[in-house]
């Protein structure tokens, strides 16, 4: 069986070259992600047959999360025979996964659908222009924020954190009137503020703030996965100020275009219908589709 165990930030580095083997990779395999939900799903990792495993506890269920490592060089059913016991949940397969476990374990696994964590995978390249007709209302807002505010763009730094949390503390009151799903919005600022207060130590963050007549009225941190893959962690934006949101996400992909970056994942929706009806209308060039797995093999 896995030796799973309490983990510190300084495995970070090697979670992440576990991460970068997997030929899809998910938001939720994000090393700030794992890091930042440690203690509130008292999550554990563990190595074991040339893979990184993590199982968390959620409303009092026990669930592993996928394998990271190269999943075409696994032989799975040995590797489950092994060490996965009889009944045990997985969250949050990816769709490559969950094909080749279907492929070698059969009838062994259970597999639910799971859309609300189906992750919106961008093309920088193509939010930086914004060009065609699908991309015209975006095109319009944008330029519409341009042309009516005073606004200055600067980098994410120590030295403006205290100006950010002061932002987030506002903006999650507003959202706190907003969403359906007010637990996982906690949670995300929970993580937002573990960022900040770790972001020498995880490395990988970058991001910037908008400010409109001298104040912070928007912000993005996006976490660089590979040279040319990222995924967007944190944004927050005043929505009183029209095309601001807008104007976040086209920056945002100018930025990371600039870095190499290529592809870009906006992580998921988690089942809020109006935050799914904007990334949908950010045209994504994929949708990274996840499921639930239950281990349930025939016995013998």
């Known amino acids: 069986m896995i030796d799973f165990q309490d983990f510190g930030i300084e495995d970070v580095d090697r979670h992440l070259e576990y991460f970068r083997r997997c030929r899809q990779m998910p938001s939720n395999g994000s090393p700030t992600i794992v890091s930042g939900y440690k203690d509130i799903l008292s999550i554990q990792r563990g190595y074991a047959a040339e893979l990184c495993w993590h199982k968390m506890i959620i409303d009092g269920e026990e669930y592993w999360s996928a394998p990271m490592g190269d999943w075409d060089a696994i032989d799975w059913r040995d590797v489950f025979k ?81 100006e950010l949390r002061q932002f987030q503390a506002g903006a999650e ?86 870095r190499g970056i290529l592809t870009a994942n906006i992580m998921d929706d988690a089942g809020e219908e109006n935050l799914r009806f904007f990334k949908e209308h950010l045209q994504p060039i994929a949708m990274l589709k996840k499921y639930m797995v239950t281990y349930a093999p025939p016995e013998d």
Not at 115 to 143: P, Q, V
Not at 208 to 233: M, P
């Open 82 to 162: 092994k060490h996965v016991p009889a009944g045990t949940a997985f969250n949050f397969i990816p769709e490559y996964r969950v094909n080749i476990w279907l492929r070698e374990l059969g009838n062994a696994i259970e597999v639910e659908e799971y859309r609300d964590n189906w992750d919106y995978i961008l093309s920088t390249e193509r939010m930086s222009k914004l060009e065609g007709g699908k991309l015209k209302k975006l095109r319009i807002a944008r330029n519409g924020f341009e042309k009516n505010y005073d606004y200055r763009v600067e980098e994410i730094s120590p030295e403006i954190f205290d």
């Open 173 to 258: 009151e507003n959202l706190q009137a907003r969403v359906e799903h007010v637990v996982e919005a906690n949670e995300d600022n929970s993580i937002f503020h573990y960022a900040l207060a770790h972001w020498n130590e995880l490395k990988n963050l970058f991001g910037f703030a908008v400010r409109v007549d001298g104040r912070i009225a928007a912000y993005s941190v996006d976490e660089q996965i590979t040279d040319t893959y990222s995924i967007g962690l944190f944004a927050k934006t005043d929505y009183g100020i029209r095309g601001l949101n807008q104007f976040a996400y086209w920056y945002d992909a100018e930025m990371q275009l600039k």
